[in-house]
């Protein structure tokens, strides 16, 4: 069973950067795909904001590329998500999440393991 706590959230003002921490413990999360959906206010759902599937095979929401990277290090069991250029409607909870690899979805609703969540506000 996968346990995720991710850290790194605040306030930032528009321009900025932050770099959000996912720290697993239990299985190697080299079996797992891995990534980070996010929920604005309002929103009654989470949506994939980058996943890692293979090292060639990164989903990048469109309002984020060039903007976010996300990498892993399946030997730390840790994610993170490294974003710049931060803009007010990037103003979200972030989870790190976890899925086997017979999954192969950007769909929340079936990822299986989830963080706690992060808050990130971006203020104008």
Same mark, same amino acid.
Request: aromatic share 14%; charged share 15%; hydrophobic share 35%.
């Given at each position: 069973q996968l346990?995720?706590?991710?850290?790194?959230?605040?306030?930032?003002?528009?321009?900025?950067?932050?770099?959000?921490?996912?720290?697993?413990?239990?299985p190697t999360?080299? !079996?797992?795909? *891995?990534?980070?959906?996010?929920?604005?206010?309002?929103?009654?759902?989470?949506?994939?904001?980058?996943?890692?599937?293979?090292? !060639?095979?990164?989903?990048?929401?469109?309002?984020?590329k060039r903007?976010?990277?996300?990498?892993? !290090?399946?030997?730390?069991?840790?994610?993170?998500?490294? *974003?710049?250029?931060?803009?007010?409607? !990037?103003?979200?909870?972030?989870?790190?999440?976890?899925?086997?690899?017979?999954?192969?979805?950007?769909?929340?609703?079936?990822?299986?393991?989830?963080?706690?969540?992060?808050?990130?506000?971006?203020?104008?």
């Open positions: 346990q995720l706590t991710e850290s790194g959230g605040g306030l930032v003002q528009v321009g900025g950067s932050l770099r959000l921490s996912c720290v697993v413990s239990g999360i080299s !079996d797992y795909y *891995m990534g980070w959906f996010r929920q604005a206010p309002g929103e009654e759902y989470k949506t994939a904001t980058a996943v890692t599937f293979a090292t !060639d095979n990164i989903y990048y929401a469109a309002y984020v903007r976010f990277r996300i990498s892993r !290090d399946n030997a730390q069991n840790t994610v993170v998500l490294e *974003m710049n250029n931060l803009k007010p409607e !990037d103003t979200a909870v972030y989870y790190c999440a976890a899925v086997q690899k017979d999954v192969y979805s950007i769909h929340a609703s079936q990822w299986r393991f989830w963080g706690q969540g992060t808050q990130v506000t971006v203020s104008s």
